[in-house]
């Protein structure tokens, strides 16, 4: 089946240090993903996406992911977080089944603290 | 620019009531969608529209779930009767061509639905 599995519930980190959140896929040919962040009372908003092209994806906010064909992966990171970086991130792929489908992951939540 | 819009951003009823959520997307954008977001997961997809089309229902719990999206700009999706499962988030989203796979979707703040 085609999926997407964030394996971390929730992510906690120090201001100013670096943050990882991790995100793996399984699809049948070549795949599509995207990043979303989900503020509280607000909407999905997107963050990045990977196409084709650099491995290496650059998006809003100085956020940023790594596309690792080999290990199915594609985690979002960022240089250096902030407190208001703090939200609830998706992974998504889109998956072509007879029509594109979007699939999400089950979501990260990111504590940034002070 | 206005975003998508959803409304109300809150309901609360009864089981074995019906209950119906409008969706107004971005001016332009062909395709839309709605998902299901329970507690502590990812949006599910409900629904894809292209234009008035319904190309995608087949998450859909038909029995008791309906959608139109008439001239193909807004969308109501309607439960009746509701269940106490179906306490959720809606979210509608939208976007320029759905069936291009660089388009990502635009997401309104969704419509929390609690049925007790």
Request: glycine letters at 8%; proline letters at 5%; aromatic letters at 12%.
């Amino acid at each position: 089946a085609q999926s997407v599995a964030q394996p971390e519930d929730q992510v906690n980190v120090a201001e100013g240090n670096p943050l990882t959140v991790k995100c793996t896929y399984s699809v049948s040919g070549n795949p599509y993903l995207f990043w979303y962040v989900q503020y509280p009372n607000r909407g999905l908003q997107f963050l990045l996406k990977y196409i084709t092209g650099d491995n290496l994806v650059k998006g809003s906010y100085g956020f940023e992911a790594e596309f690792n064909k080999s290990q199915t992966s594609f985690h979002l990171k960022k240089p250096s977080a902030l407190v208001s970086d703090s939200a609830l991130y998706f992974c998504a792929v889109i998956v072509n089944t007879g029509g594109f489908k979007t699939i999400f992951g089950a979501g990260t939540r990111l504590f940034v603290k002070a | 620019e206005a975003g998508v819009v959803q409304s109300p951003r809150y309901k609360i009823i009864e089981k074995k009531q019906p209950v119906a959520f409008w969706c107004n997307p971005i001016s332009g954008h062909n395709t839309l969608y709605w998902y299901r977001q329970n507690l502590g997961q990812g949006p599910e997809l409900l629904i894809r529209y292209e234009n008035e089309e319904a190309v995608d229902d087949s998450q859909l719990p038909k029995d008791r779930f309906s959608a139109e999206r008439l001239k193909g700009v807004d969308s109501t999706l309607k439960i009746q009767p509701a269940e106490l499962g179906d306490s959720a988030v809606y979210l509608c989203a939208s976007s320029l061509l759905g069936t291009a796979l660089n388009t990502e979707a635009f997401f309104g703040q969704g419509t929390r639905l609690t049925v007790v």
